[in-house]
């Protein structure tokens, strides 16, 4: 089964009007009005329709208690593979191991998926969504099980501190504590500790690219590359996605902003470039990173500003918007054709970095 996380509001908002494919570039300045998303293509609107069917409240109207209990787009997916009558397995991978590291709050667990085949492997640490509120590695599990057998790659995901109980700075902290075991004991679990990536979506791209930042500062080995699946990258919610997208479907704007406030609900904190990293004075000398972006999300501005503000410090991006689908769609291969093609792009611009790392 192919899963994915955040939760979806169920609010109908099934005819969307089309919004230009180059939406950003139309409008740099973000002076549009605030207007209806765009369609979803087939495939991922029946991903929609069964996850509105599975009656989710309105995330931003409820606790974080309550909110971790809503159905998720993984639920969605096994609904459409049901539905079609397909197997609602998990894709198979060499390996799946389940343990916990020492961390700076506390025990973190991780997952270890490995691909089938003999080591040493490369490895990449992986960091789910979920608005560093909700969801965990095994919402996300389909994410995982796809990179690790496309890379060719050992996957270790993280289960992070979350907030409002664990505010900022307790999910980066936790995010580098593992990125830096991982450096230490590769060895044991058959991977190469001198080809190591760090790679996750959204509230999870945000953490690898400050788990690069971090180590750039601190002056620690620093990952090989980066994946960052629609990463949160800033706290400005104005953008040019952000107005098309305000009440978009599975991530709408009020969500974002309850996600804010649970995580850093400090304004000073939320600037901090540890949680919005375009706020960064700089991006010289982080890893080269693979961007993925996707039209029917409020994220998809910022993640192709924080693209471009790496181009121009001197970084090597491969960036790629997909037209169509919308937030959590990465993962949804088993059911959405334009997942798999990112999920096949994400593998093999990770096979490539690995190869160069040889």
């Known amino acids: 089964m192919h899963k994915i996380a955040l939760t979806l509001l169920p609010a109908s908002l099934l005819a969307f009007s089309p919004a230009p494919a180059n939406a950003d570039e139309s409008d740099p300045a973000g002076t549009k009005q605030m207007s209806a998303p765009a369609q979803a293509e087939p495939h991922m609107q029946k991903v929609l329709d069964a996850l509105a069917s599975l009656g989710g409240k309105p995330i931003e109207t409820l606790t974080p208690e309550e909110a971790r209990k809503q159905p998720t787009p993984a639920d969605a997916v096994k609904k459409v593979l ?34 089938k085949g003999k080591g040493p492997f490369p490895v990449m640490v992986y960091y ?123 991530l709408s704007k009020p969500m974002m902003e309850w996600f804010f406030k649970q995580y850093a609900p400090d304004a000073k904190e939320a600037n901090n470039p540890y949680v919005s990293p375009l706020k960064a004075e700089s991006l010289r000398g982080l890893p080269p990173a693979t961007i993925i972006t996707d039209e029917i999300d409020p994220l998809r501005s910022e993640g192709k500003a924080y693209a471009d503000r790496l181009r121009s410090a001197g970084v090597k991006v491969s960036y790629k918007n997909y037209v169509g689908v919308t937030h959590e769609f990465f993962g949804m291969g088993a059911v959405v054709p334009k997942a798999k093609e990112a999920e096949q792009k994400a593998s093999a611009d990770l096979r490539n970095a690995f190869s160069a790392k040889r």
Do not use: C
């Open 82 to 115: 049901t539905q079609e009558g397909k197997s609602t397995a998990p894709e198979e991978v060499g390996s799946l191991k389940h343990m916990s590291i020492p961390g700076p709050g506390g025990d973190i667990p991780i997952h270890i998926y490995s691909p």
């Open 128 to 250: 789910h969504g979920g608005g560093w509120v909700i969801a965990d590695t095994m919402t996300y599990d389909a994410s995982p099980r796809a990179l690790a057998n496309g890379a060719k790659a050992i996957i270790v995901a993280v289960d992070y501190r979350q907030a409002p109980e664990h505010p900022f700075p307790a999910a980066s902290d936790d995010a580098y504590a593992a990125y830096q075991w991982v450096l230490s004991h590769a060895r044991e679990f058959q991977a190469d500790p001198h080809r190591v990536a760090v790679g996750g979506e959204s509230a999870g791209g945000n953490l690898a690219t400050v788990v690069s930042m971090m180590a750039r500062d601190k002056k620690t080995p620093m990952p090989v590359y980066e994946l960052l699946v629609y990463p949160i990258t800033n706290n400005d919610f104005s953008t040019p996605s952000y107005l098309e997208n305000a009440t978009a479907k599975p």
